[in-house]
């Protein structure tokens, strides 16, 4: 059950890592921007330039439910799009921000901008299909190492003086079968 799980993780670590490359592909052309309005908060998410950003605000008026927009290269960004702040901070293409400002004299804005570039993403799902390759190398090496040396292929116990059978764990080795 276990190697099922860790393969489907690895297979869709894969499936992610074709669809990022698609969508940075695709940003070059043009952007995308979801929102998403309630009477407390707003959320968006945008898709430009070799980024992902997450934005979330509250305390200023904004349109309730859902909004979908593509943009052409030569339009103007979103709301937090382009938002660069003194405030980012992260590392291996991941960066946060957050803060707020005042509009007017009772209301202020609080803002948080998760900011993702996508060969970070590309870094994080290749995690899973590198381990899974390292695992298979190492594990097809020592199997070699042991099938040269005269060792059992399962438990890696010395056939020397057993040629026909391993003592150890019962294996038959190919090589006696004939």
Same mark, same amino acid.
């Given at each position: ?13 894969? &499936?992610?890592?074709? $669809? ?5 592909? %695709? ?12 009477? !407390? ?9 070799? +980024? &992902? ?7 200023? !008026? ?6 979908? +927009? ?6 103007? &960004?979103?709301?937090?799009?382009? +938002?660069?702040?003194?405030?980012? *901070? ?14 007017? /004299?009772?209301?202020?804005? /609080? ?9 970070? $993403? ?16 190492? *594990? $097809?090496? /020592? $199997?070699?190492? %042991? ?16 040629? +026909? *059978? ?13």
């Amino acid at each position: 059950m276990c190697r099922i799980f860790w393969k489907t993780i690895v297979c869709l670590s894969a &499936l992610m890592m074709v $669809l990022t490359v698609a969508e940075w592909v %695709r940003t070059d052309q043009d952007f995308g921007w979801v929102s998403y309005g309630t009477p !407390s908060a707003y959320w968006e998410a945008c898709s430009s330039r070799g +980024h &992902l950003r997450f934005a979330r605000a509250t305390g200023f !008026s904004h349109p309730m439910g859902w909004q979908v +927009h593509l943009f052409s290269r030569d339009s103007t &960004l979103p709301r937090f799009a382009d +938002h660069s702040t003194s405030t980012m *901070r992260g590392a291996l293409g991941f960066t946060v921000a957050s803060g707020g400002f005042a509009i007017g /004299r009772f209301s202020a804005v /609080r803002y948080s901008i998760l900011d993702v570039a996508y060969w970070g $993403l590309l870094l994080v799902f290749s995690l899973a299909p590198m381990a899974h390759f390292i695992a298979t190398a190492a *594990r $097809l090496r /020592r $199997l070699t190492r %042991r099938l040269s040396q005269t060792q059992c292929a399962v438990c890696g116990y010395d056939l020397r003086a057993t040629q +026909h *059978r391993c003592p150890e764990c019962g294996t038959v080795p190919a090589s006696a079968d004939q």
